[in-house]
């Protein structure tokens, strides 16, 4: 079992929809990390959070430590958005990572 | 500031020769990270160094695999001999200290023939 999943694997889109990719962990965390990987590029962090909600520029990441479950919006995507999206926890001393969500957005 | 450096940035070896991968982390972070990548899959920490002390390398096959970094600073990680099966992404990350923001270099892409 892995102990964060991510939902969906794959995700096509239209040009100018909003997008949530999900994800669940099941071991208890420090932090959790959205990161960005362009096709055949290098991973960038996107957002590192413990609690509530943080915003940057058209990317909305929440989490709920309650239920283990955090989301990924983007709001009037566009083909450059287009990457894979891994969701990562951190703990005392581990870090877990999803498989990824591969995003497709279409012109 | 400059990112994390790695290279080379693409490795073609036949299997059972050695290979080895350079990482230069940002300056001023202790943590270092060793990950590999399969295709469609998230990364895999091989190990973590805080300082020049590799404190997880629970997932680092020793037996073929190895890894140093001294001073604190640049890392190398080591393959001998090659195995078909280690033909992947290898991505080395830095934070400036355990569970802050990892900075990605871009990874070297090892193929094994």
């Known amino acids: 079992k892995n102990e964060v999943e991510q939902s969906p694997q794959n995700l096509t889109a239209q040009e100018g929809e909003f997008i949530t990719i999900n994800c669940s962990y099941s071991?208890?965390?420090?932090?959790l990390h959205w990161l960005q990987q362009h096709p055949g590029g290098g991973i960038v962090s996107l957002f590192m959070?413990?609690?509530g909600k943080k915003k940057h520029g058209r990317l909305i990441a929440t989490i709920n430590i309650q239920e283990k479950h955090s989301s990924l919006h983007i709001t009037a995507s566009h083909p450059r958005d287009s990457a894979v999206y891994i969701c990562?926890?951190?703990?005392?001393?581990?870090?877990?990572f999803g498989s990824g969500t591969k995003l497709n957005v279409k012109p | 500031e400059a990112g994390v450096v790695q290279s080379p940035r693409y490795k073609i070896i036949e299997k059972k020769q050695p290979v080895a991968f350079w990482c230069n982390p940002i300056?001023?972070?202790?943590?270092l990270y060793w990950y590999r990548q399969n295709l469609g899959q998230g990364p895999e920490l091989l190990i973590r160094?805080?300082?020049?002390?590799?404190?997880?390398d629970s997932q680092l096959p020793k037996d073929r695999f190895s890894a140093e970094r001294l001073k604190g600073v640049d890392s190398t990680l080591k393959i001998q001999p090659a195995e078909l099966g280690d033909s992947a992404v290898y991505l080395c990350?830095?934070?400036?200290?355990?569970?802050?923001?990892?900075?990605f270099g871009p990874g070297t892409r090892l193929t094994v023939l």
């Open positions: 990350a830095s934070s400036p200290s355990w569970g802050d923001t990892q900075y």
């Open positions: 160094y805080e300082n020049e002390e590799a404190v997880d």
């Open positions: 990562a926890v951190s703990n005392f001393n581990k870090f877990y």
């Open positions: 300056s001023g972070h202790n943590t």
């Open positions: 071991v208890g965390i420090s932090a």
């Open positions: 959070l413990s609690s």
